[in-house]
């Protein structure tokens, strides 16, 4: 075993080139499989860090129209309070509401990620807690015990770490709070509405942000309250749903008996576990990345086969020697699998060590697409799938060495002093390293390609939105203000005209920014028609077509006075003018909230404007825009690329109210780089899939039609000997090798149809011919590599007088 091991070691460092080759492909792999598989281990089958994780369901209140379609999914607040009391299934529930508040008395007046929760909460969760403690019954629903948690994170930054935190007040949003704990450092959130989502402050339920006067209404919808729950280990999700809809059905339908609008809904609880809502896509994008990262792998194989190959093709002489001293077949095989095994071990490391650094950028850079990002590290699986794939690959390489050698010719080989046989490689085999090769290459290419054109064409899309003034601010309201909403509404129109009349501001909008809207569906009827329609709903000011430049295709925009007075006037984009229209004309129709509720309220179609594409959204959505006093979102139109600081907006806020701060001040094309922060990572990892691909396959290439060119050096020779030209030989060997090209090519065709399905949903409305387009690109760029790896080998062998061909001296 030693003098194998140091005979191993001799013969990898005295060919240093060969070495370095193989353990330079095999890490930067072996690195990206590593990270490849950690993620998906972490993402897809690693439980989640709680409690009796698969037990653990989101309810989802699932509001179905008299077609049977989907309308939304959103608790209301009444029917939400009585599930918690009356569900009579679960072994916990708990409710949450997610909120953006302010902190008072911290200096900076920082935003916070609030969590209305009740006292189940912590224990379905574990939240473990660095100092204090955590919710009890004491804090039960409608006890309104003003107290509070904070995160490790918020206790650092915001309170110095202090000792002695415990018992001091914490004021959000102008209320007081007793803080009762600091969670500790390695707890986790939950990001139940959005990846990367976590909470900074901890609050109990009664003090969440629904109005007063929204509580009462059961067929209203609040997307920032929401439930969990700890199933019974004896009941399954469906049996759950199923008696649970029956239940939320009956008691909101005798809450709407009055609501002619709802006649023929009714109701389903969904339930969906924890591990799923959490997840959302990621499964799907994680399928491709294993399945790209895979056919890299592949390719990389076939590359270093080669390159094994033609090693143990130049060690025929010590091969022979060995055969001809006993040594069996099996002996050589484990010669061979020694070798094989410390390059790949160095090479394992060596990507092992990479993946470290690879996961460690993805837990900093990706944590607002990749969820559990903060998860992502070597573990135990890590180490895991390094040993196991290094052990599969030493014994597929080792097990290729020993197949290619003729045994009984080894022997021969040493009798006859070597001369007239070598070690080569069948047809079949490097004919069918090229095929397979050309199939993974022409899969992987055309699917990463349609992935990047969809992406860049959303990019590119995304750019032509004339954003590069325009600044959105979010003022944050406190709560006292926020009570008397008619002097709230004062306020903001006040901070409206002081920004208007600040030199470095050209205009201001009372509108939100279109990035970032998270709008809900407004159900609305056509009253003529009596059709519902489930359009975006927004409301915006007389400002805010003309600041995005959103052009107004018919009809006309608002104005001042149908702001002021909430004219029951209404603009449509031509999405839903078109489903409202069969030519578009939608211009006068009714459209009302309650048909019921007489024709002076119907609100009459003025205006129908250009659909805005949306950076991050991938499809043109049908939207309706009122105009309403009263929001505080703001955009503002800066003059040449001035702008103005969030301490300069919170001097000039509170100077007009204490009640009043920035809550998010962000310029709109910054905004739409982080609505595009998923496409820019996609585009930049499949570029990088299509560079690798190219280089592995380029390089697979060339190095079997080497050897190619090599056995027929001597064919080659004579041909030149008579005069044969150099087009002629390169047909010859080009048509050699061809017919493998065309093999591979059929291959990728067939597997490209069989993934028809998966493909189309990543085409996202790519037309056909530009499909085809790119996969005959994609087949032509493939052959011009197949014939570029059959030139350079050859070119070599041109250079050279035609002699050393025929007497085979020189390769």
Same mark, same amino acid.
């Given at each position: 075993?030693?003098?194998?091991?140091?005979?191993?070691?001799?013969?990898?460092?005295?060919?240093?080139?060969?070495?370095?080759?193989?353990?330079?492909?095999?890490?930067?792999?072996? =690195?990206?499989?590593?990270?490849?598989?950690?993620? =998906?281990?972490?993402? /897809?089958?690693?439980?989640?860090?709680?409690?009796?994780?698969?037990?653990?369901?989101?309810? !989802?209140?699932?509001?179905?129209?008299?077609?049977?379609?989907?309308?939304?999914?959103?608790?209301?607040?009444?029917?939400?309070?009585?599930?918690?009391?009356?569900?009579?299934?679960?072994?916990?529930?708990?409710?949450?509401?997610?909120?953006?508040?302010?902190?008072?008395?911290?200096?900076?007046?920082?935003?916070?990620?609030?969590?209305?929760?009740?006292?189940?909460?912590?224990?379905?969760? @574990?939240?473990?807690?660095?100092?204090?403690?955590?919710?009890?019954?004491?804090?039960?629903?409608?006890?309104?015990?003003?107290?509070?948690?904070?995160?490790?994170?918020?206790?650092?930054?915001?309170?110095?770490?202090?000792?002695?935190?415990?018992?001091?007040?914490?004021?959000?949003?102008?209320?007081?709070?007793?803080?009762?704990? #600091?969670?500790?450092?390695?707890?986790?959130?939950?990001?139940?509405?959005?990846?990367?989502?976590?909470?900074?402050?901890?609050?109990?339920?009664?003090?969440?942000?629904?109005?007063?006067?929204?509580?009462?209404?059961?067929?209203?919808?609040?997307?920032?309250?929401?439930?969990?729950?700890?199933?019974?280990?004896?009941?399954?999700?469906?049996?759950?749903?199923?008696?649970?809809?029956?239940?939320?059905?009956?008691?909101?339908?005798?809450?709407?008996?009055?609501?002619?609008?709802?006649?023929?809904?009714?109701?389903?609880? !969904?339930?969906?576990?924890?591990?799923?809502?959490? /997840?959302?896509?990621?499964?799907?994008?994680?399928?491709?990345?294993?399945?790209?990262?895979?056919?890299?792998?592949?390719?990389?194989?076939?590359?270093?086969?080669?390159?094994?190959?033609?090693?143990? =093709?130049?060690?025929?002489?010590?091969?022979?020697?060995?055969?001809?001293?006993?040594?069996?077949?099996?002996?050589?095989?484990? +010669?061979?699998?020694?070798?094989?095994?410390?390059?790949?071990?160095?090479?394992?490391?060596?990507?092992?060590?990479?993946?470290?650094?690879?996961?460690?950028?993805?837990?900093?850079?990706?944590? @607002?697409?990749?969820?559990?990002?903060?998860?992502?590290?070597?573990?135990?699986?890590?180490?895991?799938?390094?040993?196991?794939?290094?052990?599969?690959?030493?014994?597929?390489?080792?097990?290729?060495?020993?197949?290619?050698?003729?045994?009984?010719?080894?022997?021969?080989?040493?009798?006859?002093?070597?001369?007239?046989?070598?070690?080569?490689?069948?047809?079949?085999?490097?004919?069918?390293?090229?095929?397979?090769?050309?199939?993974?290459?022409?899969?992987?290419?055309?699917?990463?390609?349609?992935?990047?054109?969809?992406?860049?064409?959303?990019?590119?899309?995304?750019?032509?939105?004339?954003?590069?003034?325009?600044?959105?601010?979010?003022?944050?309201?406190?709560?006292?203000?926020?009570?008397?909403?008619?002097?709230?509404?004062?306020?903001?129109?006040?901070?409206?005209?002081?920004?208007?009349?600040?030199?470095?501001?050209?205009?201001?909008?009372?509108?939100?920014?279109?990035?970032?809207?998270?709008?809900?569906?407004?159900?609305? #009827?056509?009253?003529?028609?009596?059709?519902?329609?489930?359009?975006?709903?927004?409301?915006?000011?007389?400002?805010?077509?003309?600041?995005?430049?959103?052009? #107004?295709?018919?009809?006309?925009?608002?104005?001042?006075?149908?702001?002021?007075?909430?004219?029951?006037?209404?603009?449509?984009?031509?999405?839903?003018?078109?489903?409202?229209?069969?030519?578009?004309?939608?211009?006068?129709?009714?459209?009302?909230?309650?048909?019921?509720?007489?024709? !002076?309220?119907?609100?009459?179609?003025?205006?129908?404007?250009?659909?805005?594409?949306?950076?991050?959204?991938?499809?043109?959505?049908?939207?309706?825009?009122?105009?309403?006093?009263?929001?505080?979102?703001?955009?503002?139109?800066?003059?040449?690329?001035?702008?103005?600081?969030?301490?300069?907006?919170?001097?000039?806020?509170?100077?007009?109210?204490?009640?009043?701060?920035?809550?998010?001040?962000?310029?709109?094309?910054?905004?739409?780089?982080?609505?595009?922060?998923?496409?820019?990572?996609?585009? =930049?990892?499949?570029?990088?899939?299509?560079?690798?691909?190219?280089?592995?396959?380029?390089?697979? /290439?060339?190095?079997?039609?080497?050897?190619?060119?090599?056995?027929?050096?001597?064919?080659?020779?004579?041909?030149?000997?008579?005069?044969?030209?150099?087009?002629?030989?390169?047909?010859?060997?080009?048509?050699?090798?061809?017919?493998?090209?065309?093999?591979?090519?059929?291959?990728?065709?067939?597997?490209?149809?069989?993934?028809? +399905?998966?493909?189309?949903?990543?085409?996202?409305?790519?037309?056909?011919?530009?499909?085809?387009?790119?996969?005959?690109?994609?087949?032509?760029?493939?052959?011009?590599?197949?014939? /570029?790896?059959?030139?350079?080998?050859?070119?070599? +062998?041109?250079?050279?007088?035609?002699?050393?061909?025929?007497?085979?001296?020189?390769?």
């Amino acid at each position: 075993m030693t003098y194998n091991l140091k005979n191993a070691l001799l013969n990898i460092t005295n060919h240093k080139v060969y070495s370095l080759s193989v353990v330079a492909t095999l890490s930067i792999v072996l =690195a990206a499989l590593i990270t490849v598989l950690t993620l =998906a281990y972490i993402m /897809l089958l690693k439980p989640l860090p709680y409690p009796e994780q698969m037990r653990l369901v989101k309810a !989802e209140y699932a509001q179905i129209d008299q077609t049977g379609a989907l309308n939304t999914r959103a608790f209301n607040y009444p029917a939400l309070i009585d599930l918690y009391k009356n569900h009579k299934l679960f072994e916990q529930a708990a409710l949450v509401y997610y909120g953006e508040q302010r902190l008072d008395d911290v200096a900076g007046l920082p935003i916070v990620n609030t969590s209305f929760v009740t006292p189940q909460w912590f224990e379905m969760f @574990a939240i473990k807690l660095h100092l204090g403690r955590g919710f009890t019954q004491t804090e039960a629903l409608d006890s309104f015990n003003p107290v509070a948690v904070i995160s490790y994170r918020t206790w650092q930054n915001d309170f110095a770490s202090k000792e002695n935190i415990i018992g001091q007040t914490l004021s959000v949003g102008a209320q007081q709070f007793k803080i009762i704990g #600091v969670a500790a450092a390695n707890f986790k959130s939950p990001a139940l509405i959005k990846t990367g989502q976590v909470t900074d402050v901890w609050l109990p339920w009664d003090y969440n942000l629904t109005s007063a006067e929204a509580k009462p209404f059961w067929w209203n919808r609040y997307s920032r309250s929401h439930f969990v729950a700890k199933l019974p280990s004896d009941v399954s999700i469906e049996q759950a749903s199923k008696r649970l809809s029956q239940y939320v059905d009956d008691v909101w339908q005798q809450h709407i008996t009055t609501e002619a609008f709802f006649a023929g809904w009714h109701i389903e609880l !969904e339930l969906n576990t924890l591990q799923t809502v959490i /997840l959302k896509e990621t499964p799907q994008n994680i399928y491709w990345l294993i399945l790209a990262v895979t056919g890299l792998v592949i390719i990389a194989c076939v590359n270093i086969s080669n390159v094994f190959i033609v090693r143990t =093709a130049a060690r025929k002489h010590t091969l022979a020697l060995s055969a001809a001293l006993g040594a069996t077949r099996f002996t050589l095989f484990k +010669q061979f699998w020694l070798e094989i095994a410390l390059l790949i071990g160095l090479a394992s490391i060596i990507g092992l060590a990479l993946a470290v650094i690879f996961l460690a950028t993805l837990s900093d850079f990706a944590m @607002a697409i990749l969820p559990r990002a903060n998860e992502l590290s070597i573990n135990a699986v890590s180490f895991l799938i390094t040993l196991v794939s290094g052990l599969i690959l030493t014994t597929l390489f080792a097990f290729l060495c020993t197949r290619i050698v003729n045994y009984q010719q080894l022997i021969s080989s040493l009798k006859s002093a070597g001369k007239g046989t070598t070690v080569q490689v069948g047809k079949r085999v490097w004919q069918g390293l090229v095929a397979f090769q050309v199939a993974v290459a022409c899969t992987l290419l055309f699917i990463n390609f349609l992935v990047f054109s969809v992406n860049k064409s959303n990019i590119d899309e995304a750019f032509t939105l004339p954003l590069e003034q325009l600044t959105s601010l979010k003022v944050n309201v406190a709560s006292h203000v926020a009570a008397d909403r008619d002097k709230a509404n004062q306020l903001l129109e006040q901070v409206a005209n002081e920004l208007a009349l600040l030199p470095e501001v050209r205009q201001v909008s009372r509108s939100s920014s279109p990035i970032n809207d998270n709008l809900i569906t407004w159900s609305l #009827v056509e009253v003529a028609s009596n059709q519902n329609v489930l359009p975006y709903g927004k409301s915006v000011d007389e400002q805010y077509f003309s600041l995005l430049k959103q052009p #107004v295709l018919q009809g006309r925009g608002f104005t001042n006075e149908d702001t002021k007075s909430n004219a029951n006037v209404i603009i449509i984009n031509d999405v839903l003018a078109e489903k409202l229209s069969n030519d578009g004309n939608a211009l006068g129709m009714h459209l009302s909230f309650d048909i019921t509720s007489g024709r !002076e309220n119907d609100l009459v179609i003025i205006g129908i404007v250009k659909t805005m594409l949306i950076p991050g959204k991938t499809s043109l959505e049908p939207k309706a825009y009122l105009t309403r006093a009263g929001y505080n979102s703001f955009i503002i139109e800066f003059k040449n690329a001035q702008h103005l600081t969030k301490n300069t907006l919170n001097t000039l806020l509170q100077s007009i109210d204490s009640g009043l701060s920035v809550h998010q001040l962000a310029p709109l094309n910054a905004q739409r780089d982080t609505a595009l922060f998923r496409q820019y990572v996609v585009s =930049a990892t499949t570029l990088m899939i299509i560079a690798a691909t190219i280089a592995l396959t380029s390089i697979g /290439l060339i190095g079997i039609m080497r050897y190619s060119v090599l056995l027929r050096r001597a064919e080659i020779g004579i041909h030149l000997c008579v005069g044969a030209k150099p087009l002629a030989l390169f047909l010859l060997v080009f048509k050699q090798n061809g017919s493998a090209i065309v093999t591979g090519i059929i291959l990728s065709t067939a597997l490209l149809l069989a993934l028809q +399905q998966p493909l189309q949903l990543i085409a996202d409305g790519v037309p056909q011919i530009m499909q085809l387009g790119m996969l005959f690109m994609t087949l032509l760029f493939v052959i011009s590599l197949g014939a /570029l790896a059959c030139y350079l080998p050859l070119s070599a +062998q041109l250079k050279r007088p035609a002699i050393y061909g025929v007497q085979g001296s020189q390769q």
